[in-house]
C-alpha cells in the first residue's frame, strides 16, 4: 500500500540545526583525511632535502620508499579499510554502551587478525614480493625496497588499526578524538625522521622508522581514548539505574 501522506517542510531552525550538526561532524572528519596526504606532502621535502646532504640519489631513494614500499603497503590496508567502514554504522546503531563497546572490540579484532598474516607476510618474503612486482627496478634498488618493506611491514597493522580505531571513535561520538591522536602521530613522525636522516647510518631508513612511530603513538592514544569510557554514557547509566531503582520502590507495596 502506498502511502500518500507528505512530510512536512523543515522550518529554518531544524534546518540550520541540521546543517550545524553536519557540519560539526563534516569538519574533524575531513581534517582526518587531510593529515596524512598533507605530512607525506612534508616528509618528501625533508627527507630529499636532509638526504641531498650526503647523498647523490636522494629523489630515487624517496621514490623507492614512497612509490615501491609504501604502495605495497598501502594493500593490505586498503582491503581493510572495508572492516573500517562498516565498524561506524556497527558502533552507532549500537542500542547501549556495552553494546557499542563490544562491537568495537569485534572490529579492532578483525582488523588484527587480517592485517597480521599480510604484515607477517611481507616482513618474511619482502625480496619475494619485489622481485614478483617491481622486476623492471635495478638489483641494488630492489634490494633497497626490499629492506624498505620489511621494516615497514608492522605499518600494515598499525594502519590498519588506526583506521578502524577512527572508525570507532566517529561512531561512539567522539569526532575530535582521532584527529587529535593524528596530530600528535605526525608531529612525533617530524621530529623523528629529522634526527633520524641527518644520521647517513640511517639515511632513508630513518623515514620508515618515524612512519612506524607515527603510527605507534596514534594507536597508542586511539586506545586510551577507547579504554576511557564517556562521561555522557557513564550519566545516562547512572540516570537509567536511578529511574530504574525508583520504579522499583514505586512497584514494592508492603503488605
Do not use: H, W
Not at 500500500?1 to 550538526?21: G, M, N, V, W
Not at 630515487?60 to 586498503?78: D, R
Not at 625522521?193 to 622508522?209: M, Q, R
Request: with cysteine; aromatic share 10%.
Amino acid at each position: 500500500i502506498r502511502s500518500e501522506e507528505k512530510l512536512p517542510p523543515l522550518d529554518r531552525t531544524e534546518a540550520f540545526s541540521y546543517c550545524k550538526k553536519l557540519i560539526k561532524t563534516a569538519v574533524p572528519v575531513t581534517l582526518i583525511g587531510i593529515i596524512v596526504p598533507l605530512s607525506a606532502v612534508a616528509d618528501s621535502f625533508i627527507a630529499v632535502n636532509i638526504l641531498n646532504g650526503y647523498r647523490t640519489d636522494a629523489t630515487a631513494l624517496y621514490g623507492l620508499f614512497s612509490g615501491v614500499a609504501m604502495t605495497i603497503i598501502g594493500l593490505p590496508v586498503a582491503i581493510c579499510y572495508g572492516i573500517a567502514a562498516t565498524a561506524i554504522p556497527a558502533v552507532s546503531g549500537s542500542c547501549n554502551e556495552n553494546e557499542r563497546r563490544k562491537n568495537g572490540k569485534r572490529a579492532i579484532v578483525l582488523t588484527v587478525l587480517f592485517s597480521l598474516p599480510c604484515a607477517a607476510f611481507l616482513c618474511f618474503f619482502s625480496p619475494f614480493t619485489i622481485n614478483f612486482l617491481f622486476r623492471s627496478l635495478p638489483s641494488y634498488e630492489r634490494e633497497t625496497a626490499a629492506s624498505l618493506l620489511k621494516l615497514l611491514s608492522p605499518a600494515v597493522v598499525l594502519l590498519s588499526l588506526l583506521q578502524t580505531q577512527n572508525a570507532v571513535l566517529i561512531g561512539r561520538g567522539r569526532l575530535y578524538s582521532p584527529m587529535i591522536a593524528m596530530i600528535f602521530g605526525v608531529a612525533v613522525k617530524t621530529v623523528s625522521e629529522i634526527f633520524l636522516i641527518k644520521n647517513p647510518a640511517f639515511n632513508v631508513y630513518g623515514l620508515g622508522a618515524a612512519v612506524i612511530a607515527c603510527y605507534l603513538v596514534a594507536d597508542l592514544i586511539n586506545f586510551i581514548t577507547l579504554s576511557k569510557k564517556s562521561e555522557s554514557s557513564e550519566s545516562q547509566s547512572v540516570v537509567k539505574n536511578e529511574s530504574a531503582t525508583d520504579k522499583l520502590r514505586g512497584d514494592y507495596r508492603p503488605e
